[in-house]
């Protein structure tokens, strides 16, 4: 069955950074689009960041533009977000979801979720 | 950029049917999709491309969408309906991806 398992959240000062890494199975990764989606304590999902089966096409939401990098492996079946230059605002559960071969269009597979707490 | 306006809270009784609202600029011209959100739990697909089931959903699970206005219908609610309910729209235009801030169901 398809799974999606994210790792490397945790508590971090601003400014810092963090890895975050979803491994995923029980599909042919390479076929497709990937997101990471996160959700701040009590509030709503907002979209971080998408990127194509191959990798070619990346798109970030303006909030985290420039701060975030997302990337794959398709080798290793795996899904990263680098974030960079953390703030109090990037608290959130982060998760990672799986979007269609052709474009993101819907999320029909979500990992459990990572927490991510930006704290001094 | 594209905003998904949904109200915070509907409230229905037991074997009752809940609308949930999802409001956009034109959205009947867009591919709209829901999830189902419980607490502590990661979101779950229920309708996609504004009226189709993931297998596995009930079909008491339902979607529309036309105008200004895509809606998500659950018939005869279940207590265990309860939970956070959020479109979804992918803007091809812009290549970003928009949700809906959430409607919370509480059935009474």
């Known amino acids: 069955q398809v799974q999606l398992v994210e790792s490397g959240g945790g508590l971090v000062k601003p400014g810092g950074s963090l890895r975050l890494s979803c491994a995923a199975s029980?599909?042919?990764?390479?076929?497709?689009?990937l997101s990471w989606i996160r959700q701040a304590p009590g509030k709503g999902l907002e979209w971080v960041s998408y990127?194509?089966?191959?990798?070619?096409?990346?798109f970030y939401a303006d909030a985290v533009k420039g701060r975030f990098t997302i990337s794959r492996d398709n080798a290793n079946n795996s899904l990263y977000l680098q974030i960079n230059s953390l703030r109090a605002e990037d608290t959130a559960v982060y998760y990672c979801a799986r979007g269609r071969a052709v474009a993101p269009r819907y999320f029909d597979y979500w990992g459990q979720g990572i927490l991510v707490t930006v704290s001094s | 950029s594209y905003v998904l306006t949904q109200p915070p809270s509907v409230s229905v009784a037991p074997g009752q049917t809940a609308r949930i609202t999802c409001g956009g600029n034109n959205i009947g011209s867009k591919s709209v999709h829901w999830y189902q959100q419980k607490p502590g739990q990661a979101p779950v697909l229920v309708v996609y491309?504004?009226?189709d089931r993931p297998s596995g959903i009930p079909e008491r699970f339902s979607g529309s969408n036309s105008g200004n206005t895509a809606t998500l219908t659950i018939s005869r609610v279940e207590a265990g309906d309860e939970a956070d309910y959020y479109c979804h729209v992918w803007e091809s235009g812009s290549d970003h991806v928009v949700f809906g801030g959430g409607t919370k169901l509480t059935v009474l």
């Open positions: 491309d504004d009226s």
């Open positions: 029980g599909f042919t990764f390479s076929d497709y689009y």
């Open positions: 990127i194509s089966s191959s990798g070619s096409n990346i």
